[in-house]
Nanobody, 115 residues
Framework: QVQVVESGGGLVQAGGSLRLSCAASGSIFNIISMGWYRQAPGQQRELVATISSGGSTGYADSVKGRFTISRDNAKNMLYLQMNSLNPEDTAVYYC?????????WGQGTQVTVSS
């Protein structure tokens, strides 16, 4: 099992920045990738950004150029730097850890962007 805990959400004005953190613990070997997803009210959960074990990154078109995903393998931490936030970024943000045969999710952290 992998325990996943997100932090860093909050309320920010449009144009502002936030940095989300995700701490992974437990059976943290053989992790293929880690990523950030988000779910707005009444909408499906969607991919925001991913990073592979080798460091390759991928982003949703809506966040390219504004968000940056990074990881600290030594600390088993995942980060999401979010800049130029807009109200459409308001959602619960989830950290996902993918292993060969399992996927683990955190409980989510709320990000609210006011106009």
């Amino acid at each position: 099992q992998v325990q996943v805990v997100e932090s860093g959400g909050g309320l920010v004005q449009a144009g502002g920045s936030l940095r989300l953190s995700c701490a992974a613990s437990g059976s943290i070997f053989n992790i293929i990738s880690m990523g950030w997803y988000r779910q707005a009210p009444g909408q499906q959960r969607e991919l925001v950004a991913t990073i592979s074990s080798g460091g390759s990154t991928g982003y949703a078109d809506s966040v390219k150029g504004r968000f940056t995903i990074s990881r600290d393998n030594a600390k088993n931490m995942l980060y999401l730097q979010m800049n130029s936030l807009n109200p459409e970024d308001t959602a619960v943000y989830y950290c996902r850890v993918r292993k060969i045969n399992d996927i683990f999710w955190g409980q989510g952290t709320q990000v609210t962007v006011s106009s």
